[in-house]
């Protein structure tokens, strides 16, 4: 298999991004799912009330890519996964919610 070029990096990301986007938008409006109200009685207790967005696994992911430079495929889909996390994130919270709603509703920790 031929390694990921930077273009095919930028494209993949861009589609994965987009489809992490639509399964949020989907799960918070077409579900009315809410991570203040749906999860804080479960994960906001395990992470002692810090809320873990997903664009933070994003940034984890996108410094852990590094541990992979060996392997340049695991390289690349880890780098397209923690992109798209992370910038599925802020086109949530500043693109989508804030228009929709008037809030990015962007907490660091869950509202109690």
Do not use: C
Request: aromatic fraction near 16%; proline fraction near 4%; avoid cysteine.
């Amino acid at each position: 298999m031929k390694p990921f070029t930077t273009r095919q990096i930028a494209i993949d990301a861009i589609i994965l991004t987009f489809l992490f986007e639509l399964l949020t938008v989907i799960l918070r409006f077409g579900f009315s799912l809410e991570s203040s109200r749906h999860t804080a009685s479960t994960v906001g207790v395990l992470t002692m009330g810090l809320r873990i967005h997903h664009g933070y696994i994003g940034i984890a992911m996108i410094i852990a890519v590094w541990f992979f430079k060996s392997k340049p495929i695991v390289f690349a889909w880890i780098l397209i996964m923690g992109i798209a996390l992370f910038a599925s994130d802020m086109i949530h919270h500043f693109m989508v919610l804030w228009p929709a709603t008037g809030s990015p509703q962007f907490h660091l920790v869950y509202p109690y």
